[in-house]
């Protein structure tokens, strides 16, 4: 079955406590995303990978990380998070083929304390 | 600034009616638009999409317009059922003439379908 993994689903931590959140997906695309969703805000994105190794800022980059090392794996790291990360996290994939949709993940609430 | 907007945040409708949910953009480059509906506690699952040198894509009970020189889309749903409550959300790129996949999401509309 086709799919993007992402785990945990939900996470309670603490202020400038490090965490990764991490992103799987099984249908071999070149494109991946980290979107955050806050009300009346939509879902905006964070970084973007467009093949292994090559990564880049999205809309709101600030105070996260990302790598590509593999395929498959798209992780994302808050350094130091504070509770303005207090958010709701999709990772998505896509082909690249130009205008295809994107496959999002079940989602990953944060809790920043 | 809101590039993709949904300036409804809700909408309810009665069960076997016509349901239309609108967005309007504001940049010209966008190509390709998608809708997404979301349930709670899952991700966005995708719905319909439409390029730009369409103004009409259906798929079953789903139909997506494009109005380019309005810079507007809407999506309807005829005949609405229940399990079509859910929050929409419309998505925007430059990927079908420019390969530039990055989507950029308006703010999402709460449909209620009243039995």
């Known amino acids: 079955e086709a799919q993007v993994t992402q785990n945990p689903r939900y996470l309670i931590t603490v202020t400038g406590k490090k965490l990764t959140v991490t992103c799987s997906q099984n249908?071999?695309?070149?494109?991946m995303s980290w979107y955050r969703q806050d009300p009346g805000l939509g879902l905006r994105q964070i970084y973007y990978s467009m093949n292994v190794e090559v990564t880049d800022k999205g809309d709101v980059p600030e105070g996260y990380k990302v790598s590509r090392k593999e395929k498959r794996n798209f992780p994302l790291i808050l350094e130091s998070p504070s509770p303005n990360q207090t958010s709701l996290y999709f990772c998505?994939?896509?082909?690249?083929?130009?205008?295809?949709?994107?496959?999002f993940g079940q989602g990953t609430r944060l809790t920043v304390v | 600034d809101q590039q993709v907007k949904q300036n409804s945040p809700s909408l309810s409708v009665q069960e076997g009616r016509i349901s239309i949910l609108n967005c309007d953009y504001t940049n010209s480059m966008f190509d390709y638009f998608l809708w997404y509906k979301k349930y709670p506690a899952e991700g966005p699952t995708f719905l319909i999409s439409?390029?730009?040198?369409?103004d009409k894509n259906e798929d079953g009970r789903f139909t997506v317009f494009l109005n380019k020189s309005a810079k507007h889309l809407s999506l309807h749903i005829v005949p609405s059922q229940p399990g079509d409550s859910a929050v929409y959300f419309c998505?925007?790129?430059?990927?079908?003439?420019?390969?530039?996949?990055?989507?950029?999401f308006g703010t999402g509309t709460r449909l209620t379908i009243i039995p």
């Open positions: 439409i390029s730009s040198i369409k």
């Open positions: 998505a994939s896509s082909a690249r083929q130009g205008a295809s949709e994107a496959f």
């Open positions: 249908m071999n695309h070149e494109y």
């Open positions: 998505a925007a790129s430059e990927g079908y003439h420019f390969g530039n996949e990055k989507l950029t």
